[in-house]
Nanobody, 123 residues
């Protein structure tokens, strides 16, 4: 199973930017994907963004609206989530995920999960 190590969370003000990173220890295959999900207080975990490893095709949650960008460093097995124009409602624990999901926007199929990194946006 792939081990995931997240970094980059923290406390910022509304309108600021933050960059999350997730390093994967394992190898990849043609349909491998990495993504980010988040869980806000008293809410269910929701999809944020994902990238198909082989093609670089990206997917985003509807709420992102151009504010977040997911990218991959193919050689370092690392995925980044650049978050701009942060809002108070972006406050959540952000989880990195990796696996072979049939649908990248769904949690099912992601076999490996990071421990989560807290992002807090003050208004």
């Amino acid at each position: 199973q792939v081990q995931l190590v997240e970094s980059g969370g923290g406390l910022v003000q509304a309108g600021d930017s933050l960059r999350l990173s997730c390093a994967a220890s394992g190898g990849t295959a043609s349909n491998y994907a990495m993504g980010w999900f988040r869980r806000a207080p008293q809410k269910e975990r929701e999809f944020v963004a994902a990238v198909r490893w082989s093609t670089g095709t990206t997917y985003y949650g509807d709420f992102v609206k151009g504010r977040f960008t997911i990218s991959r460093d193919y050689n370092k097995n690392t995925v980044h989530l650049q978050m701009n124009s942060l809002k108070a409602e972006d406050t959540a624990v952000y989880y990195c995920a990796a696996g072979y999901p049939a649908q990248l926007t769904r949690q099912r199929g992601y076999a490996s999960w990071g421990q989560g990194t807290q992002v807090t946006v003050s208004s």
